[in-house]
Antibody
């Protein structure tokens, strides 16, 4: 059974940093693109970033480039999102999802909540 | 960048048919995927590649895509279908996925 379990969310002050993780199991992690998708409270889904199978190709929504970095550790079957210089606008549920978004996202984690507030 | 437009809300009585639309410039040339998100849960794909259904999704869920509009149709709506629905495509100009703003389906 495919499982994606996010962790690392929490309350952080504006200007702070947070590193999210997604533990993958039930499939060959190193064979799949992975993505982060976020959802602000009461708002819609927003693609954040994706990464290819070996981590050599990464991409991020333009508005977050320079602050957010996606990475992966294939031996540990884990996906990460390093978030720096956080602002209240980054407050959201962050989901990891299997795939790049070029096709459909068939598997999602349950999400980890990030709250940026003083 | 490519924009997908969804009506904010759709209301339908149980047993009736709900149609949720997703508008985009020549969206008919793209592959559209639809997600259902119930309150407090992660999204779940209900239709992919315009009209294909994943295993476990009832036949009541169907999709179509032509011209500037893609449509998710839910037949014989049940109370359990109440959720937010999002369309998604791949923007080949930016090589980024794009989501519609979402439609809240209310079952009266």
């Amino acid at each position: 059974e495919v499982q994606l379990v996010e962790s690392g969310g929490g309350l952080v002050q504006p200007g702070g940093s947070l590193r999210l993780s997604c533990a993958a199991s039930g499939f060959t992690f190193s064979s799949h693109w992975m993505s982060w998708v976020r959802q602000a409270p009461g708002k819609g889904l927003e693609w954040v970033a994706n990464i290819n199978q070996d981590g050599s190709e990464v991409d991020c929504v333009d508005s977050l480039k320079g602050r957010f970095t996606i990475s992966r550790d294939n031996p540990k079957n884990s996906l990460h999102l390093q978030m720096n210089s956080l602002t209240p606008d980054d407050t959201a549920m962050y989901y990891c999802a299997r795939g790049s978004g070029s096709s459909w996202y068939g598997y999602w984690g349950q999400g980890t909540l990030v709250i940026v507030s003083s | 960048s490519y924009v997908l437009i969804q009506s904010p809300s759709v209301s339908v009585a149980p047993g009736q048919t709900a149609r949720i639309t997703c508008g985009g410039n020549n969206i008919g040339s793209k592959s559209v995927h639809w997600y259902q998100q119930k309150a407090g849960q992660a999204p779940v794909v209900v239709v992919y590649h315009d009209s294909d259904r994943p295993s476990g999704i009832p036949e009541r869920f169907s999709g179509s895509n032509s011209g500037d509009t893609a449509t998710l149709t839910i037949s014989r709506v049940e109370a359990g279908d109440e959720a937010d629905y999002y369309c998604q495509v791949w923007d080949s100009n930016t090589d980024h996925p794009v989501f519609g703003g979402g439609t809240k389906l209310t079952v009266l």
